[in-house]
Nanobody
């Protein structure tokens, strides 16, 4: 069992940066691949980024590639999402998830409650 808690969301202006954190409980954090997803009002939840259990392999959605960086610290049971050059279209609730390495919602077993990111123009 893994419990996930996101933090770091907020209201920023276009071009600003934010860093999201995802704190995990449980001793098996390092055995899971971890992902970030987001969901805007009226839209489906979409893949943002994924990182393997070791941290050596990552993948990003085309819409965030070059602006976002996913990372993890297994000693702290924490994953991060550094978001730079934010755009209004990045506005969404951001969720972290634990599961197998993939880009689909069903690849993940455990989900956090989400943190709101709002980017004003």
């Amino acid at each position: 069992q893994v419990q996930l808690v996101e933090s770091g969301g907020g209201l920023v202006q276009a071009g600003d940066s934010l860093r999201l954190s995802c704190a995990a409980s449980g001793r098996t954090f390092s055995s899971y691949s971890m992902g970030w997803f987001r969901q805007a009002p009226g839209k489906e939840r979409e893949f943002v980024a994924v990182i393997s259990w070791s941290g050596l392999t990552t993948n990003y959605a085309d819409s965030v590639k070059g602006r976002y960086t996913i990372s993890r610290d297994n000693s702290k049971n924490t994953m991060y999402l550094q978001m730079n050059s934010l755009k209004p279209e990045d506005t969404a609730v951001y969720y972290c998830a634990a599961g197998r390495y993939g880009i689909r919602v069903y690849d993940y077993e455990y989900w956090g409650q989400g943190t709101q990111v709002t980017v004003s123009s």
